[in-house]
Nanobody, 127 residues
Framework: QVQLVESGGGSVQAGGSLRLSCAAS????????MAWFRQILGKEREAVAA???????????YYSTSVKGRFTVSRDGAENTVYLQMDSLKLEDNAMYYC?????????????????WGQGTQVTVSS
């Protein structure tokens, strides 16, 4: 089993920055794809970004159009923590942010592609 724990959420003014972290523990071998989703109460979970680590030299990143150019997803050298650097935050970025992971790769933007989920961390952006 895999456990994912998010941290780094909080309150920030529009235009500010936050950095989310997701630490994976347990059977973390072959966790090739790790992703961030977000959800507003009453709405569907939305894909934000993902990172696929194929091998030591192959890494691909994916972003939704709403965050591309503002958010950056990365993964540490030990491959057990994924980060989401969020810059130029907007009011519409207000949401609960969830980390997700899968061994291997499926369509990165679909929640049903992922086997493991964290509990979420709240991001609140105010004007």
């Amino acid at each position: 089993q895999v456990q994912l724990v998010e941290s780094g959420g909080g309150s920030v003014q529009a235009g500010g920055s936050l950095r989310l972290s997701c630490a994976a523990s347990g059977s973390t071998y072959s966790l090739k794809t790790m992703a961030w989703f977000r959800q507003i109460l009453g709405k569907e979970r939305e894909a934000v970004a993902a990172i696929y680590h194929g091998n030591e030299v192959t890494t691909y990143t994916y972003y939704s159009t709403s965050v591309k150019g503002r958010f950056t997803v990365s993964r540490d050298g030990a491959e057990n923590t994924v980060y989401l650097q969020m810059d130029s935050l907007k009011l519409e970025d207000n949401a609960m942010y969830y980390c997700a992971a899968i061994r291997g790769y499926k369509t990165w933007s679909l929640p049903e592609s992922y086997d493991y989920w964290g509990q979420g961390t709240q991001v609140t952006v105010s004007s």
